[in-house]
């Protein structure tokens, strides 16, 4: 995934599956290329302001990424829904154990953060990125 530049990509859609626990997400890259990202085993997807235009400023995957202060931000608002300092104390043990698991390597975060549209949080198992050809 580091060879793969996100930036100026567009999510131009994706699907889930019926029970929910899986998604595909199609992109296009700023080289035209296609590309698609499929996770399996969700545990938390949270997709926001879908638009016809959805441009990414960039695609964070953890364990993968080292930025351990944008993992906390992105476990906490998927896992807790607001801001660390923000989320209730009861649920702070939860994403602390996300955190931990993400760190393990038995959970993967990933971060669609947009310029402009859909912003793509999700929590799951496994992952797979292919090209897709362009007919």
Same mark, same amino acid.
């Given at each position: 995934?580091k060879?793969? !530049?996100?930036?100026?990509?567009k ?5 889930? !599956?019926d ?5 595909i997400?199609r ?14 085993g969700?545990?938390r997807?949270?997709i ?6 959805n441009?990414?400023e960039?695609i964070?995957?953890?364990p993968?990424?080292? !930025? ?16 660390e ?26 971060n669609v953060?947009?310029?402009y549209g859909?912003?793509?949080l999700a929590?799951?198992?496994?992952? !797979? ?6 007919n």
């Open positions: 995934m060879n793969i !530049d996100f930036m100026e990509s999510l131009l859609g994706f699907d889930i !599956d029970p929910g626990k899986a998604a997400f992109l296009r890259l700023q080289n035209t290329k296609r590309i698609n990202i499929s996770i399996n969700i545990e997807l949270l926001t302001e879908i638009r016809d235009q441009v990414i960039n964070f995957f953890w993968e990424n080292e !930025d351990v202060q944008l993992l906390r931000e992105s476990a906490f608002w998927l896992f807790g829904n607001s801001s300092e923000c989320c209730l104390e009861k649920i702070k043990p939860f994403v602390e154990n996300s955190i931990d698991r993400v760190k393990s390597g038995d959970l993967i975060i990933m953060t947009a310029i859909a912003q793509v929590a799951f198992l496994s992952m !797979d990125i292919k090209e897709v050809p362009i």
